[in-house]
């Protein structure tokens, strides 16, 4: 038979949540201080008052929708305190960010900033981190009472925020991350080992959730496949209790995060690399699943979901500017987007939220110069994902197109993932409105692939967008769009020729 695509429109899998499509700042590079705000910029008219914040960023981003922004780091948690960021600005003071070459950090854009640049311009939920480096439970427990507590409690916390702000409405931050990449050896105050972090975890996790049980908190996992991701998650996914006092305490862990960057200079490693997150998401999966069973979690209790609060193309060595985290993205990278966000919604019964790292010029697909932004080539796909992407899952059946043979990075990758590194990479969705959305990647460098298409239906009016280029290598960094969306109308005929190394997005009403 003939190489086919089958969609299955009404075969509904599950939701996609929309926060797989979440946002990251971090105080590294210029990620804040050149990305979100701008001071020292003469230019104006580019930024807005009196906060100083990019108006070309937030409009470039805000039609993305983007649901929730993880902030401030990254390594930089590990020793950021965030009181250092809140208050009067003469009075904030300089420390050097020892996790990203000592560079001075003036604290000017703080907690309260990022508020106002998150909430106000992206209409988007804040996601805070915190220091479980150098910092203390003391210390985070204030800085959730600084922004969750109401000022009618008295709660000194709460009025020193509305002191600084200038008015009493909350933060209400939902979203607390217990640390990050505590395990890595780059890290400050590295965690000795998995088994005290994890204990170190559900004593916080204890006490922030008897502060703010609506808080939702998500655990320090690594990369879904190895012995850390294994104690952590069997020691920390336990049932909710009841305490002597007849307090019921909600399950303690909502989210399990890991992370994962991908990137290799040859073409097909670096295309067919994100798959090794997916084999780590399914991997997390299972672990969640075992916990459960060995602590004897109620069938009826809430599992925690995957956060992949860490996902990009990125090679520290390649990459430049900001200490070498400025990527220039080549049609390659975008390619290996597509994959990443591809299998974030096939995974999408497990994955609760997903953040790209980072937002803006530090491994981003938005880049600022002085005057303008630059959309890079990864760009385009993440905003096609962004605006159709959505709904639900749906089944989708790929027979016949021959698989990738060559070497993988991860070296196991090519074991693990055995039948599934076909040369097309695919997923299919439908939204609420009724259009169905399928997301085609032809990972294949130097062939078109004709495909049957079964399951779209005869002359129906689909609309076409592709993402390629003249070649694998192109970028779009000189400011020229060399790789951009171009869109089309097609009549469906049950065949589809999907480009050389391309991405095309078929979307057509049910
Ligand atoms: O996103 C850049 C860095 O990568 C983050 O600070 C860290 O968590 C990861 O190692």
């Known amino acids: 038979p003939h190489p086919s695509i089958t969609v299955f429109p009404h075969n509904r899998l599950n939701p996609i949540s929309r926060d797989i499509y979440s946002g990251f700042l971090e105080h590294?590079?210029?990620?804040?201080?050149?990305?979100?705000?701008?001071?020292?910029?003469?230019?104006?008219?580019?930024?807005?008052?009196?906060?100083?914040?990019?108006?070309?960023?937030?409009e470039a981003l805000k039609p993305l929708d983007i649901p929730v922004f993880r902030y401030p780091g990254g390594n930089f948690t590990a020793t950021y305190h965030w009181q250092d960021g809140v208050g009067p600005r003469s009075q904030r003071p300089t420390r050097l960010n020892i996790a990203w070459g000592g560079t001075p950090e003036r604290n000017e854009f703080g907690t309260n900033e990022f508020m106002v640049w998150c909430r106000e311009h992206m209409h988007a939920e804040p996601y805070l981190c915190l220091n479980m480096g150098t910092g203390s439970l003391d210390e985070g427990l204030a800085w959730i009472e600084y922004c969750n507590a109401s000022v009618e409690t008295g709660s000194y916390w709460a009025k020193l925020r509305a002191e600084h702000t200038g008015h009493d409405r909350p933060h209400n931050v939902k979203y607390w991350g217990l640390g990050n990449e505590v395990w890595g050896p780059w890290q400050i105050a590295q965690e000795i080992g998995p088994r005290t972090f994890a204990e170190k975890t559900m004593q916080w996790a204890k006490a922030i959730k008897l502060l703010d049980p609506t808080v939702k908190l998500i655990l320090c996992g690594k990369d879904g496949i190895s012995?850390?991701?294994?104690?952590?998650?069997?020691?920390?996914?336990?049932?909710?209790?009841?305490?002597?006092?007849?307090?019921?305490?909600?399950?303690?862990?909502?989210?399990?995060?890991?992370?994962?960057?991908?990137?290799?200079?040859?073409?097909?490693?670096?295309?067919?690399?994100?798959?090794?997150?997916?084999?780590?998401?399914e991997a997390t999966a299972a672990l969640i699943d075992l916990a459960c069973v060995e602590n004897n979690v109620p069938p009826g209790q809430v599992r925690p979901k995957i956060c992949f609060d860490e996902w990009n193309v990125w090679d520290p060595k390649r990459a430049v500017g900001s200490k070498g985290a400025e990527e220039r993205y080549t049609l390659s990278d975008a390619l290996a987007v597509v994959v990443w966000l591809n299998l974030f919604v096939r995974q999408s019964d497990v994955v609760g939220m997903a953040c790209i790292a980072q937002s803006v010029n530090v491994i981003s697909p938005l880049m600022t110069t002085q005057d303008s932004v630059i959309r890079q080539t990864t760009w385009w796909i993440y905003e096609l994902f962004c605006r159709f992407v959505k709904g639900y899952q749906v089944n989708v059946v790929v027979g016949g197109v021959e698989e990738y043979q060559g070497s993988t990075k991860p070296a196991w990758l090519r074991d693990a993932m055995k039948g599934r590194m076909k040369w097309l990479d695919v997923s299919a969705c439908v939204d609420e409105e009724g259009w169905c959305c399928l997301s085609v990647a032809n990972l294949h460098k130097d062939e078109a692939l004709d495909i049957d298409l079964v399951g779209m239906g005869k002359s129906v009016d689909v609309e076409v967008y592709t993402v390629s280029g003249e070649d694998v290598d192109v970028t779009n960094m000189d400011g020229q769009e060399k790789v951009k969306i171009v869109k089309k109308g097609w009549k469906a005929e049950g065949k589809y020729t999907f480009p050389k190394h391309s991405f095309t997005m078929l979307r057509w009403r049910m």
């Open 28 to 58: 590294m590079g210029r990620c804040i201080t050149g990305g979100i705000y701008d001071p020292q910029n003469p230019n104006k008219d580019l930024l807005i008052q009196p906060d100083n914040f990019r108006k070309d960023v937030i």
């Open 227 to 281: 012995a850390w991701d294994y104690e952590v998650v069997k020691h920390c996914v336990v049932p909710a209790t009841e305490s002597d006092l007849g307090v019921t305490q909600p399950p303690l862990i909502d989210y399990v995060s890991i992370h994962m960057y991908t990137a290799s200079n040859d073409y097909h490693e670096n295309v067919f690399a994100p798959l090794a997150a997916e084999r780590a998401i």
